[in-house]
């Protein structure tokens, strides 16, 4: 089912904050003040009333004047009121609006500026481009975001890159994509409404990608945020969500129950395509039921409807779904001809090579990210060496005017001064690369006992252990001794806990298969009945030298065991990645969390060992937690493949 993408989401109560901003605009102190808040009245009006959304629209450009930023505002909030009508007038405008803010360095024309590219990029997404979307934002529209410091839009994009992977079936992806935009969105003190979104999104995610466990969670947070407005707008997304949870869940009378709750408020709200969406979920539901006349008399009225068929998923949906339900009605025929034309539609190397092309614009943007890091230090050493010379040049040109003497005085205490940096600067990149050695070797060194340890427990003293319950067994052979056969379980116990101890001391399986087998086996292995551990793997290649490989175990082995033992956590989640030479470690759990000041304070091993061992690595690690809340850990990694 294709998701929404807008850039905003509608306000809990609308008509409220359309009223206070006509009450700013009557009392506001000046044209330009007047005209800004008519540019967002306009915006908030334009979904459901485009008069007088243009109406306000009008207001705000008489009122902005010759002001050059608000001339510059004017096309974007224009394009806004034209999208529902006049999709490529639109995206003129948000092009406009693009090209006329780039002079401005300001943060409002940055952020403009991206959630204009976010819009434009959605009217191409409606039509069918979803890789240009993917482009626009990952490349574009994100950066921009940054630059203005809104926290906010940041996760709106990545939730909108999240719902292009839900489009297309990764579910996967659009997960990791979602669940970003929520902590970001948590992180920037972002409003309700946009967390409502987030857990939505996430809802319907988890419920097309087999998780329905963890589906009532979010709708249960959504619920939450939406009890105290009864007439909000997102009640419409939450019923859609709840009907397909019911409907993946096989409760389909219930699916219907909440689908009909959801239509009348999109009835109420006059909201097309929404309504639409609640349809289609109906129809799933009644041809499960064996409804099959009922599915199809609906079936057959959306595909009379341009806003639900304008979208090539919906399309592939609605032709399967006319297929099977003639079938179900005996019509083999017409089930067949249905069949042929969803077969056209989704023609496999058109799909396959549309999924490849967003994936490649997701590694495009990991690149330049790093690219841009890269450009970013390489300006700021520009601009400290320009710094230096024009200091230089100002002292000669004070010294060629100044007493001999006195030139000469200055000159030496500068030189001194210098000279004492320079030698403090190299006594401290002296004993940092002292610590590295010694946390090298220090850790190499821990290694290599663990491998000694491990050999002599399996090979020297397991082959004893084993040998003496050979010989037990032997003794035992000849008659009923209940006590010899009690000692040789507790001794056949102990060999499997010997050999349980060397395998976690080094790991055969990392040796044999490489990391990404590893880690997996690690967490099917550190898995409770009380703690769920889930792994998700992008983008490893093995050649990784084996020092490097056993380093990451040894920090994800140390963080899991971190969020079993003293988290308390239900579900943690793993997730590793690599582009290149950098490797990326993301460890969540929904544990008690901690205080993260209180924990170092207390100086235990677990965290010191984690960040001794990043630091090794010439990584860094990022660590977040709310009490009752959770933990998330962010590492990135600097790694060598063999050559």
Known sequence: MAGGTSVEAQHLNSRLYQDSLRTAIATAGNDSARAVLAFQLSETLASRDTVQAAHYLGQAQRWAGRHPLLKALYPYYSGVVLARN?????????????????????????????????????????????????????????????????????????????????????????????????????????????????????????????????????????????????????????????????????????????????????????IVYEKQRLQLQQYYALHRLGSYKEALRLLEYLMRQPEMMGIVTNRLLVYEGMANTTLALGNARSAWEWQKQYSDVSDS???????????????????????????RLEAENRQAQLAGHNARLQFWLLAAVSFIVLASAVFFIFQYRSSRKVARQKLKEMEQSQMLATSQAMLEGEERERRRVARDLHDGLGGMLAGMKIRLSGMASGGEDNALFSVIGQLDHSVNELRRIARNMMPE?????????????????????ATHIRYQSI??????????????????????ANAIRHADAREV??????????????????????????????????????????????????????????????????????S
Not at 543 to 559: D, H, K, S
Request: proline content about 3%; charged content about 25%; overall charge negative.
């Open 509 to 529: 399986n990392l040796l044999k298969f490489g990391l990404d087998t590893a880690l997996g086996d690690l967490c099917e292995s550190m898995s409770t009945p």
């Open 86 to 270: 006049k999709g490529q007038e639109a995206i003129k405008q948000y092009r406009l609006a693009d090209s006329l803010l780039e002079p401005f360095d300001d943060s409002l024309a940055f952020a403009i500026r991206s959630k204009a590219l976010h819009r434009y990029g959605a009217q191409l997404l409606r039509q069918d481009d979803p890789g240009k979307f993917a482009d626009i934002i990952l490349n574009k529209a994100i950066p921009l975001a940054r630059r203005s410091g809104d926290s906010t839009l940041i996760g709106k994009h990545f939730l909108g890159i999240g719902y292009v992977f839900y489009n297309h079936g990764q579910y996967d992806i659009a997960d990791g994509y979602m669940r970003t935009a929520l902590r970001v969105l948590r992180g920037g003190h972002a409003p309700p409404e946009q967390q409502i979104v987030n857990y939505i999104a996430l809802a319907e995610n988890l419920s097309e990608w087999d998780h329905n466990d963890e589906v009532p969670e979010m709708l249960d947070s959504a619920r939450a945020m939406l009890a105290p407005y009864p007439e909000s707008d997102h009640w419409v997304d939450f019923y859609a969500a709840e009907g397909l949870y019911f409907n993946e869940a096989k409760d389909y009378k219930s699916a219907l129950a909440s689908l009909e709750k959801g239509i009348a408020v999109a009835d109420r709200l006059h």
């Open 573 to 642: 989640l793993l997730q590793c990645s690599q582009d290149g030479s950098l490797f990326f470690i993301t460890i969540e759990d929904d544990g008690k969390g901690f205080a993260l000041s209180e924990k170092e304070k207390a100086g235990g091993t677990g965290l010191a060992n984690i960040r001794n061992r990043v630091h090794y690595l010439k990584g860094k690690l990022d660590i977040t937690s709310v009490i009752n809340e959770g933990t998330a850990i962010n590492i990135e990694l600097h790694v060598e493949t063999d």
């Open 349 to 375: 190397f058109h799909a396959s090579r549309l999924k490849n092309e967003i994936s490649a614009l997701e590694v495009r943007y990991r690149n330049a990210e790093n690219q841009e890091k890269i450009a």
């Open 539 to 560: 983008g490893m290649v093995p050649g990784m030298p084996v020092q490097t490989q056993v380093t990451i175990y040894r920090i994800v082995q140390e963080a899991l």
